[in-house]
T-cell receptor, first 112, second 118 residues
Framework: NAGVTQTPKFQVLKTGQSMTLQCAQD?????MSWYRQDPGMGLRLIHY???????DQGEVPNGYNVSRSTTEDFPLRLLSAAPSQTSVYFC???????????FGNGTRLTVT | AQTVTQSQPEMSVQEAETVTLSCTYD???????LFWYKQPPSRQMILVIR??????QNATENRFSVNFQKAAKSFSLKISDSQLGDTAMYFC???????????????FGQGTRLTINP
């Protein structure tokens, strides 16, 4: 049982490039979400999904796309990377409402 | 919208001492959950403790306990007999109770960087 797996661990992009951050969970959790962590600001919700085929925006969705074609996977796409997207990104999943979320180990993204 | 505030950006104590981390929140909800997460240098997010707002009894987990004051909207974390392995960033977080919009979403505070010195 690997839990929540994020790849890659580190990534450097140039402004304007696109990429996909991968997130997979093997706990059969319906709820999945993406957060970004910036110094002094804690973690902020980007997008979330309550089940396959259902996604919605969080607090800071601009510049990011998501899709949820399977229960297990919830990739985060950066369409045209900007320096403001330099951050640490966390994927999290949840077994049920109001239960604690399980987090992946994060992806550190630098956009130059 | 809910907000969570951690007013102590950094704290430092000696090993074996007791330390209390502060957290206040703002919400119009009556039913919700509060969490403390620990983030060591490995970057992993680890759940420390969870409190249901409808419970008056403060949650405890071994050396970790909370002081939950619902009327004051305060949720502090006390670490007793602190250990070097407690060195980490600590985040306070809020979650609305289901059903309804916002359930399952965590709203985080800014974090407190705690250092335990030998």
């Amino acid at each position: 049982n690997a839990g929540v797996t994020q790849t890659p661990k580190f990534q450097v992009l140039k402004t304007g490039q696109s990429m996909t951050l991968q997130c997979a969970q093997d706990m059969n959790h319906e709820y999945m979400s993406w957060y970004r962590q910036d110094p002094g600001m804690g973690l902020r919700l980007i997008h979330y999904s309550v089940g396959a085929g259902i996604t919605d925006q969080g607090e800071v969705p601009n510049g990011y796309n998501v899709s949820r074609s399977t229960t297990e996977d919830f990739p985060l796409r950066l369409l045209s990377a900007a320096p403001s997207q330099t951050s640490v990104y966390f994927c999290a999943s949840g077994r049920g409402v109001n239960l604690p979320l399980h987090f992946g180990n994060g992806t550190r993204l630098t956009v130059t | 919208a809910q907000t969570v505030t951690q007013s102590q950006p950094e704290m430092s104590v000696q090993e074996a001492e007791t330390v209390t981390l502060s957290c206040t929140y703002d919400t119009s909800e009556s039913n919700y959950y509060l969490f403390w997460y620990k983030q060591p240098p490995s970057r992993q997010m680890i759940l420390v403790i969870r409190q249901e707002a409808y419970k008056q009894q403060n949650a405890t987990e071994n050396r970790f306990s909370v002081n939950f004051q619902k009327a004051a909207k305060s949720f502090s974390l006390k670490i007793s007999d602190s250990q070097l392995g407690d060195t980490a960033m600590y985040f306070c977080a809020f979650m609305k109770q289901a059903p309804g919009e916002g359930a399952q979403k965590l709203v985080f505070g800014q974090g407190t960087r705690l250092t335990i010195n030998p």
